[in-house]
């Protein structure tokens, strides 16, 4: 082939990614994990200006670029202030502007709606928005249909390609119409493992040590997590529900709700006979337990153990696999079935990385 050929061959509408400005809302477990993602050679063209934890925040270059930042941020930076985060922002060249929030704080994730409309790009693993007020929600479409764009792929599987492909069924025409699953990787983890041969409180205990659960783990055995998950993909599907139209049966006996972390931890012993006697109920019937989260046809959502037969899809998962389970007009003879590692800072980090590079 000729040069004049070759040369003409290439389209002519082929643009250079654009620059990427940033600033990182939390630096724990994910936050750490997304700065070192950005350390490697596919996030050349992100440039961070700013990062924050809860108490203090950095916008120098010489100290976002210390190895060390996450740690020097816990004893020295300038105190919390959004708007020198977003000024750090509007100072720099790059065309997008992007705030990564990798909190779980409410407080935080009520400004995105603000964030999009005054031009920012937002990406997300808070899932307090999306999956919170059916208000706050309302107010983020608002922001989307303006042109905002939303990053919340780390929000449901941890980065698992659960709510693109439900986009984009949805943008083919196709409808939800019953979704079911393991939405939390710490249930699935204990679930998965108890089979009465040993204490729950036992497993937990393990679940704990290896770091697949809260601190305190009442915010997952609470299931709060998973209604908030099953809130974000029935919200994407197009059933407006409302944050109290989710049922919820928590893990955690009354009794040990309002306690101490400390506390709770040394009284974890008590959960282990009422799920015992569901267990032994189950396996009477030749079934397990699974944590699992259900939406039906007609907008019922429901978060809660459930027994399910051993040849279940549920019953055949491994460590802390995720389970989303879409059964659709399209396909209503077998759901879609999608499946794998659902928590984990760098599957998450890279999900939060994913869609900053898919913005342009
Ligand atoms: N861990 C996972 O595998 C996983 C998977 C999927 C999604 N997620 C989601 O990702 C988010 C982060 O999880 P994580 O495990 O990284 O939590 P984490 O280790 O507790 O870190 C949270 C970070 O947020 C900071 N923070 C809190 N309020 C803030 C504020 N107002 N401004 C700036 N920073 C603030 C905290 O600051 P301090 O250090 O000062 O407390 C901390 O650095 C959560 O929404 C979680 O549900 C996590």
């Known amino acids: 082939m000729s040069a004049v050929l070759a040369e003409a061959s290439v389209p002519k509408s082929v643009t250079a990614p654009q620059q990427v400005a940033l600033v990182l809302l939390g630096t724990g477990v994910v936050g750490g994990a997304f700065l070192k993602l950005l350390c490697t050679p596919v996030a050349k063209r992100l440039h961070l200006v700013g990062a924050a934890n809860s108490r203090k925040q950095q916008t120098e270059a010489a100290q976002l670029a210390a190895r060390d930042l996450r740690e020097r941020l816990k004893r020295e930076g300038a105190t919390r202030d959004d708007v020198a985060l977003l000024s750090a922002l509007d100072a720099h060249h790059a065309t997008l502007k992007v705030v990564v929030d990798a909190t779980a704080s409410t407080e935080l994730a009520s400004r995105h709606a603000d964030w999009l409309a005054r031009g920012y790009h937002v990406v997300t693993a808070n899932k307090s928005l999306a999956g919170g007020h059916l208000s706050g929600w309302r107010a983020l479409q608002a922001a ?19 709510l693109s ?8 025409g196709d409808s939800l119409l019953t979704l079911e699953g393991v939405f939390s990787g710490s249930l699935s983890y204990l679930f998965n493992q108890y089979d009465g041969s040993r204490p729950f409180s036992e497993l937990l205990r393990e ?6 659960t809260e601190p305190d783990p009442r915010a997952d055995l609470s299931g709060e997590d998973v209604a908030r998950k099953l809130l974000i993909l029935a919200r994407n599907a197009g059933f407006a529900l ?3 139209e989710v049922v919820v ?3 955690v006996p009354e009794s040990l709700r309002d306690i101490s972390t400390e506390t709770f931890l040394e009284r974890l ?4 006979g009422p799920l015992a006697a569901l267990h032994d109920t189950a396996r009477a019937r030749g079934q397990v337990l699974r944590f699992l989260a259900r939406l039906n046809q007609r907008g019922r959502a429901r978060v809660g153990i459930t027994e399910v037969p051993v040849t279940h899809p549920a019953a055949r998962l491994y460590g802390t696999d995720n389970q989303f389970a879409l059964t659709t007009t399209r396909y209503h003879t077998q759901p879609l079935v999608i499946q794998g590692p659902g928590a984990g800072p760098e599957v998450t980090a890279q999900a939060l990385l994913g869609d900053i590079l898919a913005l342009g």
């Open 269 to 272: 012993e008590e959960l282990d």
């Open 249 to 251: 049966e928590s893990l």
């Open 144 to 162: 989307r249909a303006a042109g905002g764009r939303y990053g919340d792929s780390a929000t449901v599987g941890a980065g698992l390609p659960v």
């Open 242 to 244: 409302g944050s109290d």
């Open 165 to 172: 492909t439900l986009r984009r069924l949805c943008d083919c």
């Open 207 to 212: 679940a704990r040590r290896l770091g697949y």
